[in-house]
C-alpha cells in the first residue's frame, strides 16, 4: 500500500519596498549626541530601521531585515537616550540632507532618580518624537536631527 504526502514549502520571498542607505548625525544645542537609539518609521510601507550614534553623533540605519538602510518613504523619527558630548560637531556633507526638530516627550516617572550613567545636565533621559524624515532611492540620505 503505497502513502501519498503533499509537499509542503514556503513559496517565493517576502515582499519588502524599496529601501536606500541612510546616515545621518544627531545634535543636542549643537553637540553630538552619543549613544542615542535612532528608530526611523515608515509613514506609509515598510518596516522600521534602527541605528546608534557613535562618539560623534553619527548614525547608520539598519533596516528590520538586518540590512542597510531604510524603506523609501518619509518616516516618523524617534530618539531615545544618549548623552551630550562636549566636542560641537561639524556640519555632515552629502548633498540633500534633511533636517528636522522634535519634542522631548519623558518616558518615566519625573519624580524617578536619575540614571547616574547617563544622567547629569547633558543627557536626553527620554525619548524624543514628533521629528520626521524623508528617505529617497536617489540619495544620499544624510539625515541631520536637531534637538
Given at each position: 500500500?503505497?502513502?501519498?504526502?503533499?509537499?509542503?514549502?514556503?513559496?517565493?520571498?517576502?515582499?519588502?519596498?524599496?529601501?536606500?542607505?541612510?546616515?545621518?548625525?544627531?545634535?543636542?544645542?549643537?553637540?553630538?549626541?552619543?549613544g542615542a537609539r535612532v528608530e526611523f518609521?515608515?509613514?506609509?510601507?515598510?518596516?522600521?530601521?534602527?541605528?546608534?550614534?557613535?562618539?560623534?553623533?553619527?548614525?547608520?540605519?539598519?533596516?528590520?531585515?538586518?540590512g542597510p538602510g531604510?524603506?523609501?518613504?518619509?518616516?516618523?523619527?524617534?530618539?531615545?537616550?544618549?548623552?551630550?558630548?562636549?566636542?560641537?560637531?561639524?556640519?555632515?556633507?552629502?548633498?540633500?540632507?534633511?533636517?528636522?526638530?522634535?519634542?522631548?516627550?519623558?518616558?518615566?516617572?519625573?519624580?524617578?532618580?536619575?540614571?547616574?550613567?547617563?544622567?547629569?545636565?547633558?543627557?536626553?533621559?527620554?525619548?524624543?518624537?514628533?521629528?520626521?524624515?524623508?528617505?529617497?532611492?536617489?540619495?544620499?540620505?544624510?539625515?541631520?536631527?536637531?534637538?
Open positions: 500500500m503505497a502513502l501519498a504526502f503533499p509537499i509542503i514549502g514556503c513559496g517565493g520571498g517576502v515582499d519588502h519596498p524599496p529601501t536606500a542607505e541612510v546616515t545621518g548625525v544627531v545634535t543636542k544645542q549643537g553637540l553630538p549626541l552619543v518609521y515608515p509613514v506609509n510601507n515598510g518596516a522600521a530601521s534602527y541605528g546608534k550614534t557613535d562618539a560623534q553623533g553619527k548614525f547608520e540605519l539598519r533596516y528590520s531585515t538586518g531604510a524603506a523609501v518613504d518619509t518616516h516618523s523619527v524617534t530618539i531615545i537616550g544618549g548623552s551630550v558630548n562636549a566636542a560641537p560637531v561639524t556640519q555632515v556633507s552629502g548633498g540633500g540632507a534633511d533636517s528636522a526638530e522634535g519634542t522631548l516627550v519623558p518616558m518615566a516617572d519625573p519624580e524617578a532618580k536619575p540614571d547616574t550613567k547617563r544622567g547629569g545636565p547633558g543627557a536626553a533621559s527620554g525619548e524624543i518624537k514628533g521629528l520626521s524624515a524623508e528617505v529617497t532611492e536617489e540619495g544620499p540620505n544624510v539625515i541631520q536631527l536637531a534637538i
